[in-house]
């Protein structure tokens, strides 16, 4: 594969157990797909979490890693296990044992869209599939480990942000009218990391002017799971964004907010990192 799977940027001096990944933001989309796909342009890309990457683009300059997604959620889905294989979709699956997600069609491999609209016209062979997941997605979650072992080393701890948006429409009916959430924190209910974390984190961005709700639509899916152990000190903490805030979803173009968006985002990132970075303290001296 000539386009490399990911970005990832160090900053220097990593200034916390803080990391932030963007898991869907990826918009390179190889021309064999394109030409595969029975989707427009357009279609093919509601699923993808746009622009998340350049909202969080700040984070090096803070101190914070960032590992961001250069092929899309419609070709690979990061956040997912690479066992969840849609025998719909993949030559040679087995049925038994298939998750409701995956029945949906929202396997490793998607089979559909946003809406659920379908990708292809047939399916795919299993040579290809496997070939998606040694080229995009084992570099993209090896380089996750390595992330968060390196952190656990400098700091005793790590923490990951798993940073996606989510279609307005998905959240229209979360709450009465004029409450609808902004930001969902995604701790799938505690288990994915430390509820004083996740505290102080609503409170930033609370304090920012953002509406939040937790685990309500979104409690956090595959990254939370895997990784998020925090009695062993790993914490993960799913963000989903309102694309309404920062973006016409329509034209799949920035609004004339994405600025403001982003240097919220940026301040929340600052202020996130100096929460993880007292608390680490206060561990390493207790």
């Not at 996740?198 to 895997?226: C, M, S, T, Y």
């Not at 152990?229 to 993960?236: A, F, L, N, S």
């Not at 985002?265 to 929460?275: G, K, N, P, S, W």
Request: aromatic share 6%; glycine share 8%.
């Amino acid at each position: 594969m000539s386009t490399p799977p990911f970005r990832l940027i160090r900053p220097p001096h990593p200034a916390s157990p803080l990391i932030a990944s963007s898991p869907h933001s990826g918009r390179t989309y190889p021309a064999d797909f394109v030409a595969r796909t029975v989707l427009d342009e357009r279609v093919i890309r509601s699923s993808e979490d746009a622009f998340v990457d350049i909202l969080l683009e700040r984070a090096p300059d803070l101190g914070v890693p960032l590992i961001a997604a250069e092929m899309p959620r419609a070709y690979v889905d990061l956040n997912r296990s690479e066992r969840e294989l849609d025998p719909a979709l993949v030559q040679g699956v087995a049925k038994a044992g298939i998750n409701p997600r995956v029945n949906s069609g929202l396997g490793v491999i998607p089979r559909v869209v946003a809406q659920g609209r379908a990708i292809y016209r047939g399916k795919i062979t299993r040579a290809e599939a496997e070939a998606r997941l040694e080229d995009v997605w084992r570099p993209y979650h090896g380089a996750l480990v390595d992330l968060m072992e390196q952190a656990c080393a400098a700091f005793g701890r790590a923490v990951l942000l798993d940073v996606h948006s989510m279609p307005h429409e998905a959240i229209e009916g979360a709450a009465p009218k004029g409450r609808t959430p902004e930001i969902v924190l995604g701790d799938r209910f505690g288990a994915s990391a430390d509820s004083g974390l996740v505290d102080a984190v609503e409170g930033i961005f609370r304090g920012l002017g953002f509406r939040v709700a937790r685990n309500a639509p979104f409690a956090g899916a595959f990254i939370a799971q895997a990784y998020g152990k925090p009695e062993q000190g790993r914490h993960v903490l799913q963000i989903e964004i309102d694309r309404a805030l920062y973006m016409d979803e329509r034209r799949l173009a920035r609004s004339a907010d994405f600025d403001a968006v982003r240097n919220l985002m940026t301040e929340a990132l600052m202020r996130i990192r100096d929460v993880t970075l007292q608390d680490g303290q206060q561990v390493a001296a207790e």
